[in-house]
């Protein structure tokens, strides 16, 4: 991964988006805090860190890593951040062993190229009694449509047994789910799925902005930080993960060390 560059697939502060997006960014950071109370924490590709002052009022210390060394720089340079960034490869964290007690990665396994290697390192680095949190969306989702600069994406059954095979028992959830609201989603649904099939999205932030303006109306504004009560909290619910999974937009998984 070393040398790349992931601003252009990043949301950050002041990007418009929907309500819906907004609510899976507060959903996640949310879904954690309980996890990181009194812990040591790390989150692996944060960006610009929104999420990091957040757990910080709960955990003992947090870090926050990023590849991508212009994101952090824009971290830095925003005044709202008080926490420790670095800058890592997955892959081969700069950390000691046992030294950390949760390691978040949220919205990143698809970009690794060695997701595997990636999960074994978080293995190294957490304390025995650890807890690795991923979240990724779900690409058995009929709606899902991948990213320009992602690598492989993983189905529930896939993440597990990676995980499983990089040292964790893992429990599997899913978020947001799939089921139509009405006929004005429906049409949303069928309008993404005929633009991925055509490859009409937008490889950039900035067009993808501008058709989800098209197709979904008004957009909010990227937070700066994450705040209680940002947007609504939708609670991951336990999956099985012996099916594929199409009810949920969203995958969340708890690894913990054997």
């Given at each position: 991964m070393s040398g790349s560059n992931y601003s252009a697939v990043t949301e950050k502060p002041g990007d418009r988006v929907t309500r819906e997006a907004l609510a899976m960014v507060y959903t996640r950071y949310r879904f954690a805090l309980d996890y990181c109370r009194g812990k040591r924490v790390l989150e692996v590709a944060c960006g610009e860190g929104v999420g990091l002052e957040y757990l910080a009022r709960q955990a003992d210390q947090v870090v926050g890593g990023d590849l991508t060394w212009d994101l952090l720089v824009r971290a830095r340079r925003s005044g709202t951040l008080r926490r420790s960034l670095v800058q890592l490869d997955a892959d081969a964290l700069p950390f000691h062993?046992?030294?950390?007690?949760?390691?978040?990665?949220?919205e990143a396994v698809y970009y690794f190229e060695r997701p595997l290697q990636m999960l074994q390192d978080c293995r190294r680095v957490l304390a025995p009694n650890g807890l690795l949190?991923?979240?990724?969306v779900n690409p058995e989702w009929s709606?899902?449509?991948?990213s320009p600069q992602s690598r492989q994406y993983l189905s529930a059954g896939r993440l597990a047994s990676l995980a499983e095979a990089a040292g964790f028992r893992t429990e599997l959830l899913g978020a947001f789910s799939t089921e139509s609201p009405g006929?004005?989603?429906?049409?949303?649904?069928?309008?993404?799925?005929?633009?991925?099939?055509?490859h009409l999205i937008p490889s950039t932030m900035r067009g993808k902005r501008l058709?989800?303006?098209l197709f979904l109306g008004e957009?909010?504004?990227?937070?700066?930080?994450?705040?209680?009560?940002?947007?609504?909290?939708?609670?991951?619910?336990?999956?099985?993960?012996?099916?594929?999974?199409?009810?949920y937009k969203v995958l969340f998984a708890l690894c913990r060390p054997r």
């Open positions: 062993a046992a030294s950390q007690d949760v390691i978040l990665c949220y949190i991923l979240c990724s709606d899902f449509n991948p006929p004005k989603a429906t049409m949303v649904s069928w309008l993404k799925r005929t633009a991925v099939a055509l058709l989800k303006r957009l909010v504004s990227f937070p700066s930080a994450v705040e209680d009560g940002l947007a609504p909290y939708c609670p991951p619910v336990s999956i099985d993960s012996r099916r594929p999974v199409t009810d």
